[in-house]
């Protein structure tokens, strides 16, 4: 049974750096693309980031270009969401997921693990 765990989140003031961390086990996460998501109160689920089996190819949504760089360790079954520069507007609980999307990246949808979730949430 695979399973993903987040760590990392908390409360932050606006243009700090955050690192979340998610880890799998159960089976060899170099076999899935992995990637993020969030939920803000209120909010429908969307997508943050996409990082493929090999970690060469990354996708990012627009809101967080520039600011976000997801990396992944296959070794360790390890992947990052390093943020920085973060905004109040990033305030959300942060899923680590991992499948086979496809082009489709972007649709939870497509992604067969999810892990329960970490808090974010960014004072101004």
């Known amino acids: 049974q695979v399973q993903v765990v987040e760590s990392g989140g908390g409360l932050v003031p606006a243009g700090a750096f955050l690192s979340l961390s998610c880890v799998a086990s159960?089976?060899?996460?170099?076999?899935?693309?992995m990637g993020w998501f969030r939920q803000a109160p209120g909010k429908e689920r969307e997508f943050v980031a996409y990082?493929?089996?090999?970690?060469?190819?990354?996708h990012y949504a627009d809101s967080v270009k520039g600011r976000f760089i997801i990396v992944r360790l296959n070794a360790r079954n390890l992947a990052y969401l390093n943020m920085d520069n973060l905004k109040p507007e990033d305030t959300a609980i942060y899923y680590c997921?991992?499948?086979?999307?496809?082009?489709?990246?972007?649709?939870?949808?497509?992604?067969?693990?999810w892990g329960q979730g970490t808090q974010v949430t960014v004072s101004s």
């Open positions: 997921v991992m499948g086979d999307p496809g082009s489709d990246y972007s649709s939870p949808n497509e992604y067969d693990y």
């Open positions: 990082i493929s089996q090999s970690g060469e190819i990354t």
């Open positions: 159960g089976g060899t996460s170099s076999t899935y693309a």
